[in-house]
């Protein structure tokens, strides 16, 4: 059985824990608002017909920020469809996911939503098919005290207090040919800068998120981060990373999924720091991984393929209302490269700052639902949650010995993967790991003596015999944490064995 080594010590430091990293996304497409937070006349719905059921659920994921209105849906949206009595807002049709789009939840609602989830919201506004105007008049209605007409028309659609957003994304996926207004780096670049400056000159204490690259795949990758952030680093806080992992057939490459994350971050991190070297800049830009997860995009490139055939033919395409789409069933070993990613953006909290899980509910999401029924934890619920939950103080990058494995995709991996959390004031400290391995065991010595942290308060595993096991609306409880086996000894080690292709949190205490 290979052996691993892992060392945590106060020195390893590697910053303050910001909650954001634990943050969600809310975009308008497929079941994520309609039928997913919001469905009047279910059973426990409440009078302004949100899921208690869900906001329960949300508050167990630990979620600390939600990324609305999106995401491709933000790139054709007019925020000022979704304010105002119901019955007034119109239906329109949503370019990026061919649907209809009812406006029967809008900011005033959502932002109702997240006082009750007790999460902060954090806005995107369109700088696809509109611009600086439009997003001053949106920061208006949403931050301004009364006094103002956009201000008073929020108080009189029954919002008097200020909504309070500080976090902004300006535009989604600018670079991306499917965005509706897509842009080069320059156009982009230009156009975040200018709005920025105007909305910072409203509000100086707002933080902005400029978009950076869609995915390390782009053509324009790396470029694109540096020609946008030579318009915008002045103005702006994050850069944002967008990243999605599938299971191609390879399972290890899958498994090692984080490396890939690494050395996106690398890439966005140095591209950044060579703005500001050149701009001799004493400011230094966060990123906000503000869309990760894994997404099996196989089905939805049918979707889009069989659409767009279609419409080439001149046959009649629907335009539906909030239909199942990109409803994935997620496996342990998705959970696994999930809780691999967490580790992966904890490691890297020098610079990553702000993440938001994509989505939240039904679409690619850890929480799922059934109309007039049921709301379950898929397996990817568990990571998060726990690594939410546990995680407190300051981040620790552990040294770690520890054998490799190889893969088609990145080569030689490290078999374990591992983050640790520490609050020296409670003493209270959490570690990580991930056994990548997928035919045996792995055996981990972990020294926290000079922590002083040595004593199990819990241990959980999220393992499974079956890799593929999932949790769905027959049996949502096939695949949940189950405790996991720690010895501590004298000299102050914790000794334990991971199962293949596990993931685990340990909490300690002194």
Wanted: charged share 20%; with cysteine.
């Amino acid at each position: 059985m290979p052996t691993v080594s892992i060392s945590v010590r106060p020195e390893h430091a590697v910053a303050r824990l910001d909650r954001r990293l634990f943050g969600s996304f809310v975009e308008h497409l497929g079941r994520c608002v309609y039928g997913g937070i919001y469905e009047p006349g279910h059973p426990s719905a409440d009078e302004d017909g949100f899921r208690r059921d869900v906001v329960d659920l949300v508050t167990e994921l630990g979620v600390s920020t939600v990324r609305y209105p999106g995401g491709n849906f933000v790139s054709g949206y007019r925020w000022e469809d979704g304010v105002g009595p119901r019955e007034n807002r119109p239906v329109r049709r949503d370019l990026a996911w061919h649907v209809r789009e009812t406006n029967q939840i809008g900011l005033d609602e959502f932002a109702a939503w997240t006082r009750l989830t007790g999460v902060e919201l954090m806005m995107a506004v369109n700088l696809g098919t509109r611009g600086i105007a439009e997003a001053l008049d949106l920061l208006e209605y949403t931050n301004g005290e009364p006094g103002t007409a956009l201000a008073d028309q929020r108080v009189a659609n029954g919002s008097p207090a200020p909504h309070g957003v500080r976090m902004w994304c300006l535009g989604n996926e600018m670079d991306g040919p499917w965005q509706t207004g897509y842009m080069t780096a320059d156009e982009y670049g230009r156009l975040a800068a200018r709005t920025g400056a105007a909305m910072k000159q409203a509000d100086s204490g707002l933080q902005l998120v400029v978009c950076g690259s869609s995915g390390s795949s782009m053509p324009t990758f790396g470029e694109w981060e540096r020609t946008v952030l030579g318009h915008a680093y002045d103005v702006v806080d994050y850069i944002s990373c967008h990243a999605y992992y599938q299971d191609h057939g390879d399972r290890a490459s899958f498994l090692a999924s984080s490396v890939d994350m690494d050395r996106f971050i690398t890439t966005v991190v140095t591209a950044a720091d060579h703005v500001q070297q050149l701009r001799g800049s004493d400011r230094q830009i966060a990123l906000s991984f503000d869309e990760w997860n894994v997404w099996d995009l196989t089905g939805w490139q049918v979707i889009e393929a069989q659409v767009a055939a279609d419409e080439k033919a001149g046959r009649a395409v629907p335009w539906p209302i909030a239909p199942r789409q990109l409803e994935d069933t997620y496996t342990v070993t998705d959970a696994v490269v999930v809780g691999s990613l967490l580790i992966t953006m904890l490691r890297r909290h020098d610079r990553v700052r702000a993440a938001s899980l994509a989505q939240l509910v039904n679409v690619i999401a850890p929480i799922m639902t059934e109309p007039g029924g049921p709301a379950w934890r898929q397996t990817t619920f568990y990571p998060f949650a726990l690594t939410s939950r546990l995680a407190a103080g300051t981040v620790l990058a552990p040294l770690v010995d520890c054998p490799t494995m190889p893969t088609a995709t990145f080569g030689d991996v490290p078999v374990v993967d591992v983050a640790a959390t520490f609050d020296d004031e409670t003493g209270r400290a959490a570690v990580f790991l991930v056994n990548r391995r997928q035919d045996a065991p792995t055996s981990v010595r972990i020294d926290l003596a000079e922590l002083g942290a040595t004593r199990v308060v819990a241990a959980h595993v999220l393992h499974d015999d079956d890799p593929t096991a999932q949790n769905t609306l027959a049996d949502p409880d096939r695949v949940t944490p189950a405790p996991l086996v720690c010895t501590v000894t004298d000299d102050g080690a914790l000794l334990v064995e991971l199962p293949p292709i596990s993931w685990a949190a340990i909490e300690l205490a002194r």
